[in-house]
């Protein structure tokens, strides 16, 4: 149960440290959020919880593939803001992303890539 707690404050921290500095630079805090942290580590709680080497490749793999259908939601969330305001863009760019990660999907799974 410890081991869980700890995973869940050092996670948390992360994000928290990166909204703190966020508030302070735009583009400081957007760099920080671009880096692949979560899923760093991600891939060490994998690591140190003793999964299995492929467990491991295969998240990194899949994060890859889920990471490029939500990338648009990056230039939709601006757009939207001062049209719709805050919780409706959001909304909208969930809404958005998951028919970008369907659409993505049923694309990439010509490609012989099965993503769900």
């Not at 259908?69 to 992303?97: D, E, N, S």
Request: hydrophobic content about 55%; overall charge positive.
């Amino acid at each position: 149960m410890a081991w869980i707690i700890t995973k869940y404050l050092l996670t948390a921290g992360m994000v928290i440290f990166i909204s703190e500095v966020a508030k302070r630079s735009d583009r400081l805090g957007g760099f920080i959020a671009a880096l692949p942290l979560v899923t760093l580590l991600t891939l060490v709680w994998l690591y140190v919880e003793n999964q299995p080497e492929e467990k491991i490749a295969n998240h990194a793999y899949y994060t890859f593939w889920y990471v490029i259908p939500t990338l648009p939601m990056f230039l939709l969330f601006p757009y939207l803001l001062p049209k719709l305001g805050f919780w409706m863009t959001i909304g909208a760019c969930v809404m958005a992303t998951v028919v970008c990660i369907g659409l993505f999907t049923l694309l990439m799974k010509s490609f012989g890539i099965h993503l769900i």
